[in-house]
Nanobody, 124 residues
Framework: VQLQASGGGLVQPGGSLRLSCAAS????????IGWFRQALGKEREQISC????????YYADSVKGRFTISGDNAKNTVYLQMNSLKPEDTAVYYC??????????????????WGQGTQVTVSS
């Protein structure tokens, strides 16, 4: 089981990036997939989740209205579209998956599998 997060980079404030979380070894559909981030010197925070088992999604207040999570079952990939990026969005972004088939974003998912992280830097 592997998760590969990619798509990070350097972007100016107000810009956009799309992160990808690709899985190998298991299917991402019908389970909760989350995006997290950790800024330097800060605790890791969950920013989003999606599950096709019940159509649930979750966004932290800090990203609501700017970030959109989506999934492509055919590509076994979950995306995080990030718009209107701010310097405070600078962090290492991780994706994680619940091992349980049928898990929901709203039922305390246990993120058992983690990707390696991709750096997002928002700076002029």
């Amino acid at each position: 089981v592997q998760l590969q997060a990619s798509g990070g980079g350097l972007v100016q404030p107000g810009g956009s990036l799309r992160l990808s979380c690709a899985a190998s070894g298991f299917a991402l559909d019908y389970r909760a997939i989350g995006w997290f981030r950790q800024a330097l010197g800060k605790e890791r925070e969950q920013i989003s989740c999606i599950s096709s088992s019940d159509g649930s999604t979750y966004y932290a207040d800090s990203v609501k209205g700017r970030f959109t999570i989506s999934g492509d079952n055919a590509k076994n990939t979950v995306y995080l579209q990030m718009n209107s990026l701010k310097p405070e969005d600078t962090a290492v972004y991780y994706c994680a998956a619940d091992r349980w088939y049928g898990s929901s974003c709203h039922a305390g998912p246990t993120y058992d599998y983690w990707g390696q992280g991709t750096q997002v830097t928002v700076s002029s």
